[in-house]
């Protein structure tokens, strides 16, 4: 499961990820809070939607996007409390979590740290096969940092058999894009 | 209830405060988690901490240190995501929740904005008929800042009887401390 934290709209994905890379969306939502609810209200609306996904499909692990101080847009504490809540819902359940940095998201899912909005969007439709692009950006966000967090934590595919061709080629697309 | 949000150590303090604005120490502690464990873990410590006391105590309010991301110390991000814990928790109860900043809270109760972990400790253990100073400086704070927000936010008394020569000695401290 990947969480992309907000109060505004929290896009939480959840996908099942094969030994062989390949992956299958199992659930995508993003939770909205109003803007003139009070914060301990919108945090509240945020954990009840996380809860529920953690309850209907629950997921393995959890992957959350990594909040920077530095990034000093007026929303980051707001932004940082709620990625509060996903990490605290995971481990109250004793799963575990980690958190990613956008970059390594999108190097993960693009081959590119750079990648804006619609590269990964397109990417997250192709690698789990869908009609549409996932949208708005924070849900396929999700998505990526739950494909992400697979791919770079899951089972290591070189200790039970060799790397496929596509596999090699994914693993050297992140290997230059971490550089 | 006051909560001094932290992952190392978390103050929660609950105080009864009186109409005449004389207050009461219900229930003063810290809930502390390891820098060595996950970060999920950590918040989830803090969070069964903080539901402990808001079951056991079930306080009217909660006021919650208010974290700033221009305070760039490696801590800020740890800092806020348990404060929005702290709040997340509020809200699911259905409790009112307020942020108040150290400045604020140091100004109501020693009537100084910029006053000291000393004095802040002093004029708590003081308001409160405490023996001895609350310790750590997490506990004071938490309790400093649930009086803070009693003294600030409660039943107004000017609304229903004039001020007493100590309430009034009080409101200007905070007037003054607050320009």
Redesign the interface.
């Known amino acids: 499961m990947g969480v992309d934290p907000g109060l505004t709209r929290c896009g939480i994905g959840v996908v099942d990820v094969a030994p062989d890379r390949s992956a299958t969306l199992v659930h995508v939502g993003v939770v909205r809070s109003a803007a003139d609810e009070?914060?301990?209200?919108?945090?509240?609306?945020?954990?009840?939607g996380i809860r529920a996904v953690l309850d209907e499909h629950r997921p393995d692990v959890?992957a959350v996007e990594r909040?920077?101080?530095?990034?000093?847009r007026s929303t980051?504490?707001g932004t940082?409390?709620?990625?509060?809540?996903a990490?605290?819902l995971?481990?109250?359940r004793g799963?575990?979590?980690e958190?990613h940095t956008p970059s390594e998201v999108k190097a993960a899912i693009t081959g590119y740290g750079s990648a804006d909005k619609l590269q990964v969007q397109t990417m997250v439709a192709r690698v789990l096969r869908l009609d549409a692009l996932p949208k708005p950006a924070d849900a396929a966000d999700a998505l990526a940092l739950a494909l992400c967090h697979a791919w770079r934590r899951g089972p290591a595919p070189t200790r039970t058999a060799p790397l496929t061709p596509a596999q090699r080629a994914w693993a050297d697309a992140e290997r230059l894009a971490r550089r």
């Open positions: 009070a914060i301990e209200r919108r945090l509240a609306i945020i954990a009840a959890v909040v920077f101080a530095q990034n000093n980051v504490m940082a409390q709620a990625s509060g809540v990490l605290m995971a481990g109250e799963l575990a979590a958190t």
